[in-house]
C-alpha cells in the first residue's frame, strides 16, 4: 500500500535542510550547550558526561527537525541555540576564568 501523496515532499530542498538541521544544526546545538556547561561548571565532570549525554540530546534535536513543518525554521531555531550558547561560554570563560 503506497504511502498518501500529501504527506511525501516531492522537493530537494525541503528534505535537503531538514537533514542538514538534523546532522549538523543538532551537532552544533548539541556541542555548544555542553561546552557552555563547561565553562560554567567542573569542566572534566562536564566533558565526560557529554560522552553520553552528547549523543543523547544530538538523537532528540534530529528527531526534532525531522518532525518540524519547515527545515529553514528549524535552521534558525538551532542557529539561534548555538550563538545563545556561544555567549553563555564567552561569558563563563570571562567570569569564570580571569586572565592572569
Do not use: E
Not at 530542498?13 to 542538514?20: A, E, L
Amino acid at each position: 500500500m503506497p504511502a498518501n501523496s500529501k504527506y511525501l515532499n516531492p522537493s530537494f530542498w525541503p528534505r535537503f535542510t531538514k537533514i542538514t538541521a538534523a546532522i549538523l544544526g543538532g551537532y552544533f546545538v548539541s556541542v555548544t550547550f555542553h561546552l557552555a556547561l563547561a565553562s560554567w561548571f567542573s569542566r572534566a565532570d562536564v566533558l565526560i558526561t557529554m560522552a553520553f549525554t552528547g549523543f543523547i540530546l544530538w538523537v532528540a534535536l534530529m528527531v526534532i527537525a525531522f518532525l518540524a513543518k519547515s527545515g529553514w525554521k528549524i535552521w534558525g531555531i538551532y542557529i539561534l541555540l548555538t550563538l545563545l550558547f556561544c555567549l553563555f561560554i564567552y561569558l563563563g570563560q570571562t567570569y569564570n576564568h580571569p586572565a592572569k
